[in-house]
Nanobody, 115 residues
Framework: QVQFVESGGGFVQPGGSLRLSCAAS????????MGWFRQAPGKERELIAS???????NAADSVKGRFTISRDNAKDMVYLQMNNLKPEDTGVYYC?????????WGQGTQVFVFS
């Protein structure tokens, strides 16, 4: 069974930075079209950044210019570098393939941005 594991979240002040990491068991990340998703308090989970197997990246308007998705195929990892964090970036961050694999959602990693 495929399972994604996220790490790297934490508490940070506005303007700060965090780097999230995504690993997987039961599959090989480097062949997948991958995405980072965010679920803010009281809101539905949304796709905020994606990266193709070849490294082509996209980001949602809400994070464009601040967040960068990348992948290290040698380590079979996907990352999300988050800079200039804002309080509205608070939420649980998940990684998954696009389209998502049934039953593969991990626990996510929590990000709290507060003054």
């Amino acid at each position: 069974q495929v399972q994604f594991v996220e790490s790297g979240g934490g508490f940070v002040q506005p303007g700060g930075s965090l780097r999230l990491s995504c690993a997987a068991s039961g599959t090989i990340l480097k062949i997948l079209y991958m995405g980072w998703f965010r679920q803010a308090p009281g809101k539905e989970r949304e796709l905020i950044a994606s990266i193709t197997a070849g490294g082509g990246a996209n980001a949602a308007d809400s994070v464009k210019g601040r967040f960068t998705i990348s992948r290290d195929n040698a380590k079979d990892m996907v990352y999300l570098q988050m800079n200039n964090l804002k309080p509205e970036d608070t939420g649980v961050y998940y990684c998954n393939s696009i389209p998502q694999i049934t039953g593969s959602w991990g626990q996510g990693t929590q990000v709290f941005v507060f003054s």
